[in-house]
């Protein structure tokens, strides 16, 4: 590889992820150090971060994965015949793949005095530390361009205790990054800061002063200022030049196709120094993104292609927040919904596009920006959301975390992640340290949002505003299931579905799965798909479900279990009541309690008693209630029109007819229903997956609530006249999830995704397709028994724990 | 001399799966991977105790049924970045019969 940056090196450590041991590396790289965090030059600037900290692959990384590091030594000439690269000083190196990620060079304005002492460019190490020095023994500083680099490089300076000024071409700051509102505000507070600004002035001439040394500059105009240091950030330029020496074609970069390749096959590059369809990019993320399609191809995996990247800006100047990403200025058959609080100093613009949005520009409060960004990157339809799209994502029904979105501004102290006790000092030592840009990573390194996720937006702001313009939210829609795929769960699904896979090894062998056995995370999600997608034909795997599916029953933090018995509608009996009492003494069972959904929960069950059990219980003829499932609940009821006074419906029974159509329905999430007899709505379905409630011409049907992490309210569906009509209505709705959903997706986030619309045109609008999806819920749901009365008969073993030595 | 100690059929784990035995050390969960090789673990993952034998198998490596720790079957590790060890106990399978030395 020649070049040893962060787009290289992220591309190495993918390919040795994937390939550990198909090739000997060798690399080249110009600067003497080891790949360190570009990024985070402006903090060792600021005086905020040390050089040591900021690097990301220690030259201990490199021995570590047999790759040999040649520093200091720049590559000039490549011989595409006798393939092997050359460098300055002699070395060479034989290559059957080369990589290109030379990276690129700031432009340098060709004005007189270009070459003088003094004047310097922001790029490297090298120059971070001549302004360093500069700063120590001179006063006047001016930096040549407003863009991210100028005023960040200009920042430093100021906190470095120099008199800097800013010269900009355009009439305002950032042009490429901030329209002209957002860009007024942020020279303010830099004002504010110390920065001085010239803004549409053009750089004539740089003078020397007695010593040799730039003393001075005069501009297009005339008029000039003093300056013992310049600082020239006036943009970039891909490093083409030895590309272009071994024929290589290049155009504003080194050209590639899809999957990084040059047009020498042999030859691949990614990062700065990169033309990919026509774009050179400068910012780290999409880096990364080509850097892993990359490593696979050069792993000879062959699957993936880079398609271009949307691209967001985050300045990292410590207490202004700026973000903008996408078409930002607006133009033809766009719409801008702008909020402005100049004295708040806030400022708001986001664009949008045929009900998706396109840009977004946010000042003073960036907390959402990776909100926005992932919506646009999605182009997730905004329309239903349009109306307080502007307030951010905890207007969208997050209670969970609502008014938390100031990540920046929590102290370290605050605890981020309520299920695991991370607070947001632990996320931020973790990125720093680690050099961490994904909320993956800091998951594993962290376990901040693994759990139930509730604060997965949280985590993704404090990492925004830590990496700032480096975080790249993951690509919801193509994310690969787990590590052991490169495909997403669509391709999964289809897959399955298309080529009629039968069994959890014929889809790893169908879809090339990188690991024998798979993981915990992928192989229940190919279980479900597998027998939700081809009931009664494709294998169940126990070994594939989690321990609780396995069991049939709740594993506690004690390693005992809980037992739920069905009560089918909520309704019981006194002799069932009765078996349940005697099973509590017999078994000595702790804790007997009511659940959420209606029924008894028997908490403390040793597992070796969990048959016996089983058989005492199902006696009186209780069933599991699959507490424990991603399945069918419950179905709570209320009292209804067989004893309620107000009541207009039958709801117990409306209740009991659904979970007995239900029972043993597998889902890629746990799924609750209710039906309430009237809208006073005892039985709470304003909450569930399905929520029906009685009206008293018929049934208004909701669907897609939850009452878990984020309450959301459920949406209405349509309104029915019978009994059957609800069984119908509401069976086709949930084959609807069971068939398009993600596994561990609950309805309200299915239904997020495709849209309600999507769903009422399958099941309300189209009567053909609903009584498809119906009957193919109904085939599936077929001849399913009991699994606690299955135990008892086959007389499972595996309860029981071995003999004991 | 190590002290081997018979302990069930190979048949009686099933594979990818797992059966608990009661020993004078607590209890130990024996694994059965993909190819019928058997390990074996003190059943109690070093985060919080979890039962390693409840979790799920995959290659030589268990995941917690707790809270997702990954433990690997031939040193009793924790996969990087936790950070943690399970007692790991030799086995061997011999005519069919599954052994363990404590």
Redesign the interface.
């Known amino acids: 590889m020649v070049g040893n940056g962060m787009a290289g090196c992220r591309t190495l450590e993918e390919l040795l992820k994937l390939a550990p041991d198909l090739y000997e590396i060798t690399v080249f790289g110009a600067e003497p150090h080891p790949n360190y965090n570009r990024i985070m030059l402006s903090p060792v600037l600021a005086g905020e971060t040390k050089f040591e900290d900021i690097v990301l692959n220690d030259l201990a990384w490199y021995c570590d994965n047999g790759i040999t590091l040649h520093t200091g030594k720049q590559v000039t000439k490549i011989d595409r015949k006798a393939r092997k690269v050359i460098a300055a000083d002699g070395t060479e190196a034989y290559y059957d793949r080369l990589l290109l990620a030379t990276g690129s060079s700031p432009f340098i304005l060709p004005v007189p005095g270009k070459g003088l002492p003094g004047v310097i460019a922001y790029r490297d190490i090298a120059d971070t530390e001549a302004m360093i020095e500069a700063a120590q023994h001179h006063r006047h500083a001016v930096v040549i361009g407003a863009g991210l680099l100028g005023l960040e490089a200009a920042n430093g300076l100021v906190l470095r205790g120099m008199d800097v000024t800013v010269v900009h071409l355009a009439d305002w700051i950032m042009e490429r990054q901030l329209d002209q509102t957002a860009a007024d505000l942020l020279q303010k507070s830099l004002e504010a800061k110390g920065l001085k600004f010239l803004l549409g002035k053009q750089t004539a001439e740089l003078i020397a002063g007695e010593s040799g040394r730039v003393a001075a500059i005069r501009f297009k105009d005339g008029t000039g200022i003093p300056a013992d240091l310049v600082v020239m950030a006036v943009g970039i330029r891909p490093n083409t030049a030895l590309a272009e020496s071994a024929g290589i074609h290049c155009e504003r970069g080194i050209v590639v196709d899809d999957t990084l390749q040059t047009y020498d096959p042999k030859i691949y590059a990614v990062g700065e120094c990169v033309a990919h369809r026509g774009i050179a990019y400068g910012l780290v993320a999409p880096l990364f993104e080509q850097a892993k399609v990359c490593a696979n191809h050069l792993a000879q995996m062959g699957i993936g292609r880079y398609a271009g990247s949307v691209t967001s800006t985050k300045l990292k100047v410590t207490g202004i927040d700026v973000f903008s990403a996408g078409n930002f200025m607006g133009g033809e058959g766009c719409e801008d919904i702008v909020l402005a609080d100049p004295s708040a100093g806030i400022y708001k613009k986001l664009v949008i596009k045929g009900d998706i949005l396109a840009g977004a520009v946010l000042y003073g409060d960036t907390g959402d920006g990776a909100w926005y960004f992932q919506l646009l990157k999605d182009k997730q339809n905004v329309a239903d959301i349009r109306d307080h799209l502007m307030f951010g994502s905890h207007h969208v029904g997050d209670v969970g975390h609502a008014g938390a979105s100031q990540a920046a501004t929590m102290p370290d102290t605050a605890e981020v992640c309520g299920c695991?006790g991370v607070c947001k000092g632990d996320i931020v030592k973790a990125i720093k340290t680690h050099g961490l840009f994904t909320l993956e990573d800091v998951r594993?390194?962290t376990?901040a949002s693994?759990?139930c996720g509730s604060c997965t937006g949280l985590v993704e702001q404090i990492l925004a505003s830590t990496v700032g313009g480096a975080y790249q939210p993951a690509d919801t829609h193509d994310k690969p299931v787990c590590g052991c795929t490169e495909h997403s769960h669509g391709t999964v699904r289809q897959a399955i579905r298309e080529q009629k896979l039968l069994s959890i090894p014929a889809v790893m062998q169908a879809l090339n799965w990188k690991?024998?056995?798979?993981?915990?995370t992928c192989?229940?999600a190919l279980n479900y798909y597998l027998i939700s997608t081809w009931p009664h034909e494709a294998q169940d795997d126990?070994?594939?479900r989690?321990?609780n599916e396995r069991?049939h029953a709740n594993?506690q933090?004690d390693?005992t279990f809980s037992v739920v018995p069905r009560m089918w509608g909520g309704l019981t009996t006194p002799a069932e009541l009765r078996v349940i009492a005697d099973v509590a003494e017999k078994y000595e069972v702790p804790t007997v309690k009511m659940t959420g959904g209606a029924r008894i929960d028997l908490l403390g069950i040793r597992k070796g008693n969990l048959p016996k059990v089983w058989e005492d219980l199902g006696k009186a003829g209780l069933v599991s209630g699959h507490a424990y499932g991603k399945s069918i609940r419950t179905v709570k009821t209320c009292v209804g029109a067989e004893h309620c006074r107000f009541g207009t419906q039958r709801s117990m029974d409306m209740g009991v007819k659904l979970e007995k159509m239900l029972f043993g329905m597998w889902a890629p999430h746990k799924v609750k229903l209710a039906v309430s007899g009237c809208p006073r709505n005892c039985a709470e379905a304003g909450i569930k997956d399905v929520g029906v409630i009685g009206v008293d011409s018929g049934y208004e049907l909701y669907i897609a609530g939850n009452g878990g992490i984020k309450t959301e309210v459920a949406m209405f569906m349509c309104k029915v006249k019978s009994d059957s009509e609800v069984l119908e209505y509401s069976g086709s709705f949930l084959q609807l999830y069971r068939e398009e959903a993600y596994y561990l997706e609950r309805t309200c986030h299915y239904v997020a995704r495709v849209g309600l619309d999507h769903v009422k045109a399958n099941v309300v609008e189209n009567e053909a397709r609903r009584k498809e999806l119906y009957e193919r819920l109904l085939y599936a749901l077929q001849g399913y028994t009991d699994p606690w009365a299955n135990a008892v008969a086959t007389q499972a073993?595996?309860y029981v724990?071995?003999?004991?030595? | 001399m190590t002290d081997w100690k018979k302990i069930c059929t190979l048949d009686e784990i099933p594979r990818l799966g797992s059966r608990v035995v009661k020993s004078p050390k607590g209890d130990i969960a024996v694994f059965r991977t993909a190819d019928d090789e058997v390990f074996a673990l003190h059943d109690m993952c070093p985060h919080k105790g979890g039962a390693l034998s409840q979790g799920l198998v995959a290659g030589k490596v268990v995941t917690c049924p707790m809270h997702s720790w990954k433990i690997q079957f031939e040193n009793g590790e924790a996969l990087a970045p936790d950070k943690g060890c399970a007692k790991p106990y030799p086995t061997k399978v011999e005519g069919g019969l599954v052994w363990i030395a404590l």
Request: contains cysteine.
């Open positions: 695991n594993k390194h376990k693994s759990s690991t024998p056995n798979g993981c915990a192989r229940p126990p070994q594939s989690f321990i069991a594993i933090r390693g073993k595996e724990a071995l003999e004991a030595i």
